[in-house]
């Protein structure tokens, strides 16, 4: 392991996170990051095993488990499994040059704060990551046998823990370290299912004598779409169809591509348009967006008051789509539903079911786009997908659902939870929140292959996770390692 100048504490932890930060690790792309963790499990003595889930030629592509046996006198204690996904999501800044193929992240500290430079952190989820690589590593820490678990491609569709083999695992406990609100444990969240369309366009040669515009949303804020989809985070794609609609309803235009959003489990922050039009028509267009525009930035919430919308020139089109499928794309950009759907009953201010209308793209010879629902309740979650499909297939697309995982059933009264509310007030003096949330985690399906693992999950805070605007917290990140090693001294 690397030591760095000027880290803060807790020193371990900071450490391996610099390390880690220097690896590209893009959900699908974590092989070297995977290649890193094997290195630093060896280079610490512990077992370690690999459970691969892509092919032969990628062995790296692979679930990690790292075994550390109990300190002197506690060998009788129960197996505990700390758990962390070794992907972040890559979502950059508007205008950043940075390859997440290549480019190590940039971090910046910043007081309290630790940021990256224009893109998003990975603190969701390599803090986790590093805080239980740390406790590996930590020669002062009195345990019983511990097991890390570290998963693969968390972010974009859970693809490593749906390969979890039964069995793998002894634990008794396991600490998931994903959470992101400190004060705060996890018992419970929600299922998701993902929808992806398709619909095949036909385009021509567009004519001579006809203007180029280009639209462009952006400056919103984004973020994650289970945790912050209640909070009035505008949608740019949705935005951006009301628009079109209102040109398409005053002007004869061809659309050429429509397209928005980066990540799946994202809300929509940019998000723009090609299309031709009659010249003469050109300044009446550019009044539609701005008063659409205008109007658009006094209904929305103040999260939303970097919203900004352009309508160019543009430099010359190649093809447009025929008339039949702009209309159908506009159309059923309009009609899909996007944010809540409906509040828990059970939980007050819980979001019980949701959607997001996450990504378009319409270039090309194809239009696609993927949704992401989510729901505690998994009947729920069934019937909104049934829902948009309906939309989606009214409008000629063809439907795929896939990436569906559980909601996570909340065992309040466990000894486990009882014991994370006793550490927390006997260390910090004050009482621990025990939360559902909405949105997923990957105690869902570990649940399906271990139905008797009593789990929990906490962390520290992190701020705008999904956006280049994440951030967490020094002195949080230190009061959540405070926290995960006082619970493994007391199992």
């Known amino acids: 392991m690397t030591t760095f100048a000027d880290t803060p504490e807790p020193s371990l932890l ?14 699908k792309n974590e092989d070297k990051a995977v290649e890193w963790v094997v290195g ?20 790296h592509f692979a679930n990690v488990l790292l075994r550390k046996t109990a300190t002197p006198g506690r060998v009788g204690r129960p197996v505990t499994a700390l758990q962390a996904h070794i992907d972040m999501v890559a979502v950059k800044s508007e205008g950043s040059q940075h390859d997440f193929e290549c480019d190590p992240i940039e971090l910046v500290f910043e007081g309290d704060r630790v940021r990256a430079n224009g893109t998003t952190l990975g603190a969701d989820n390599g803090i986790g990551v590093c805080a239980a690589l740390a406790t590996l590593a930590d020669t002062t820490l009195e345990h019983g046998p511990i097991e890390v678990l570290i998963t693969v491609d968390e972010e974009s569709g859970m693809t490593g823990v749906r390969e979890l083999k039964p069995g793998w695992l002894k634990a008794t406990y396991l600490l998931n370290l994903d959470s992101e609100v400190e004060g705060e444990a996890t018992i419970s969240c929600a299922g998701a299912l993902e929808t992806l369309a398709k619909r095949k366009i ?23 779409s289970g945790l ?40 929509p922050a940019n998000a723009s348009a090609d299309f031709l039009c009659d010249t003469a028509d050109e300044k009446r267009i550019m009044d539609i967006v701005e008063r659409c525009a205008a109007s658009q930035r006094s209904a929305l919430p103040p999260v939303n008051e970097g919203l ?21 794309l506009v159309g059923v950009l309009n009609d899909l539903p996007h944010g809540v759907e409906a509040m828990s009953g059970a939980v007050p201010g819980l979001v019980e079911t949701s959607t997001n209308l996450a990504v378009v793209k319409a270039s090309g010879s194809e239009i696609e786009i993927e949704i992401l629902s989510r729901s505690a309740i998994d009947a729920n979650k069934g019937h909104l997908g049934v829902k948009i499909k309906d939309v989606l297939t009214q409008h000629g697309f063809v439907v795929s659902e896939g990436n569906e995982y559980p909601g996570w059933q909340p065992a309040p009264e466990s000894d486990l939870v009882n014991l994370v509310k006793q550490t927390h007030s006997q260390v910090f003096g004050s009482p621990i929140k025990i939360v559902a949330i909405h949105a997923g985690l990957e105690c869902g399906l570990i649940g399906q292959h271990y139905p008797n693992l009593k789990m929990i999950s906490f962390g520290p805070n992190i701020w705008e996770v999904h956006t280049p605007n994440e951030h967490t917290s020094i002195k949080s990140v230190a009061n959540f390692w405070r926290l995960l090693r006082s619970l493994l001294e007391r199992i």
Do not use: Y
């Open 308 to 328: 900004t919308v352009s309508c160019l020139r543009g430099q010359g089109l190649d093809s447009v789509m025929s008339e039949a499928d702009g209309c159908a």
């Open 202 to 224: 036909e385009r021509s040669h567009i004519r001579s004598g006809r203007s180029h515009l280009r639209i462009e949303i952006g400056g919103l804020p984004g973020g994650h």
């Open 14 to 27: 900071w450490n391996f996170f610099r390390e880690l930060s220097q690896i590209p690790r893009e959900s």
């Open 40 to 59: 630093v499990g060896q280079a610490l003595g512990c077992d370690v095993e690999l459970e691969r889930v892509g092919p032969a030629d990628r062995p």
């Open 228 to 267: 912050e989809i209640a909070e009035g985070r505008a949608n740019a794609l949705k935005i951006l169809s009301r628009i079109m609609s209102e040109i398409m309803s005053q002007a004869v235009i061809e659309i050429s591509d429509i397209s928005g959003g980066s990540k799946r489990n994202a809300i």
